[in-house]
């Protein structure tokens, strides 16, 4: 259960970014543009995450 637990965030974030996409696609009703538009959001989403957490790619040091 603790897998379930700590995997809950990412299952909201993903299902956000796919009922956003899903409600666009209504309205332009072309894949392209849908499937642009939903990778845009889940790069954003990736970036918003690494800034609020402070972590840097850079920043990890090999022992």
Not at 5 to 34: D, H
């Amino acid at each position: 259960m603790d897998h379930v637990s700590t995997q809950i965030p990412y299952v909201v974030v993903v299902a956000s970014i796919c009922f956003v996409t899903y409600l666009f696609s209504g309205i332009v009703k072309n894949w392209v543009i849908c499937l642009l538009t939903g990778t845009v959001m889940t790069l954003a989403v990736l970036v918003v995450i690494r800034i609020i957490s402070g972590k840097d790619s850079g920043s990890e040091s090999v022992t």
